[in-house]
């Protein structure tokens, strides 16, 4: 596992696990899981409780923490997403040895718990559909009424019990359910469901079984047999804890206690699992690891990095109130961690040709480059330059307003490690737009600076025409253009979310490059998978350099 990036202060769960240990419950033990559903891909969200759990085990000694699939819905579920899952939890840099379990495997032992609650008189067999259910059950502000059902038996209920495992009756006709209290204030605890019949097969046991354990059951058992001693949910789970603590209680077996933490959510951003289907299937987006999608495979392929997650959820840190993170502390986190690490590349993405005049015809030169600033020992590298580069569009205007310190007709800049130049001449097409400049340089200025000490106020990056590549860039936004979606979240998509260029020129370096950053434009990191697709570089941008977050901090 990794050491924590940020020493990590202490929380209310923290301080509870601490005193614990003091007081040497459960032996001085310390052992947390991550229960993850295998029906879709995991997302930043899922990310604070990965960090939750598995560093929490870390920080005490002797400490574990298990991965365990909640596959108890085999209509949803599928092995591609158990796949999916290993692969994000362990790209986010934690480690689960050998106790990888699944809801699963305890199918049997769940069953026979069910078998004993029955005979204790504390479930029963119950014939209401789905409809019917909802309608006894009562409302927040009216109590549920007893099932006609709820009388039956120990005996009959053994039997319908079995009958169902067996296949005998169709899918919601019966179900099982727990006798508790259906005035009960907590809507939770109204007689809830334990099992219903669904007879699809399932991605592990096939069509073994026909009847599943509800998730609240299979949760809590789930906990006991793995030992867990801290179980550790999001905050909508505190209204169960109840039945949580009832289930365990009444079978009289192992009682791990559960504690409840906020869950995450961010701004222009949803969080949902339906809404992040919403998104895949209605095509909003390329698929689950579209760069613009807040889960773990679209934040890797848009160049953020384990480090900079696992920071992020620990500045965020644990409460016990809902409340939303402005997404620019999570973009101030992968900067500040790219701006250690990433080396800096020169790439011009609208490129405008330049012809330096007095430069000698097919002369080159290598213009050693510094990596990272940051980071002396990355070293430097050798950039090709030569008589024709390019430099952005946007880098000059004929007509340049007061404070545009560019480059213009007449004005002098630097070119990033090589020369100062002069523009003297622009030239256009019959359209009357720029389509070359003419300048000169002075060869006394290599490196940057002027030996008669004479200042310029503008640098620019550039590349070689007769020595960069073509690429690929694609700029990304915001995925939504309101900072709270909500539920008509379609309807805020961000129409410039992303912008697609195609004629870019990278440095040569840039071709063996992953993530980096495009000197004066951002943080970028290689498209793998579509570089190999189209068979040449494609490049995401990860962030912009300007940090909108550590802006607003400073003036607090």
Known sequence: MPANDNPTSSDFIREIVSEDVKANKNDGRVHTRFPPEPNGHLHIGHAKSICVNFEIANENKGGLCNLRFDDTNPVKEEAEYVDAIKEDVSWLGFDWEDREYFASDYFKQMYNYAIRLVKDGKAYVCDLGPDELREYRGTLTEPGRDSPYRARLVDENLDLFERMRTGEFEDGTRTLRAKIDMSSGNINMRDPVIYRIQKSVHHRTGDTWCIYPMYDFAHCVSDSIEKITHSLCTLEFEDHRPLYDWFLDELNIYHPQQIEFARLNITHTVLSKRKLNILVNEGHVSGWDDP?????????????????????????????????????????????????????????????????????????????????????????????????????????????????????????????????????????????????????????????????????????????????????????????????????????????????????????????????????????????????????????????????????????
């Open 292 to 556: 613009r999608m807040p889960t773990l495979s679209g934040l890797s392929r848009r160049g953020y990095t384990p480090e900079a997650i696992r920071n992020f959820c620990g500045r965020i840190g644990l409460a016990k109130r809902n409340s939303t993170v402005d997404i620019a502390l999570l973009e101030h986190c992968i900067r500040e961690d790219l701006n250690r690490q990433a080396p800096r590349y020169m790439a011009v993405l609208d490129p405008l040709k330049v012809i330096i005049d007095n430069y000698p015809e097919g002369e080159t030169e290598e213009i050693d480059a510094v990596n990272n600033p940051e980071d002396e020992s990355m070293g430097k590298r050798k950039v090709p330059f030569s008589r024709e580069i390019y430099i952005e569009r946007d880098d000059f205007m004929e007509d340049p307003p007061k404070k545009f310190f560019r480059l213009a007709p007449g004005r002098e800049v630097r070119l990033r490690y090589a020369y100062f130049i002069t523009c003297t001449d622009v030239v256009k097409n019959d359209k009357g737009d720029i389509v070359e400049l003419h300048c000169t340089y002075d060869p006394k200025t290599k490196g940057g600076d002027s030996p008669d000490g004479r200042k310029v106020k503008a640098t620019l990056h550039w590349v070689s025409v007769k020595h960069s590549h073509n690429a690929e860039v694609r700029l990304y936004d915001h995925l939504f253009s309101v900072p709270e979606p909500g539920e008509n979240f379609v309807e805020h998509i961000n129409k410039e979310s992303v912008k697609t260029l195609t004629s870019c020129r990278i440095e040569p370096a840039l071709l063996k490059a992953s993530m980096c950053q495009f000197e004066r434009l951002g943080y970028f990191c290689l498209d793998l998978k579509d570089t190999f697709i189209k068979r040449k570089p494609v490049f995401n941008r990860t962030v912009a350099l300007r940090d909108t977050w550590a802006k607003a901090q400073k003036k607090k």
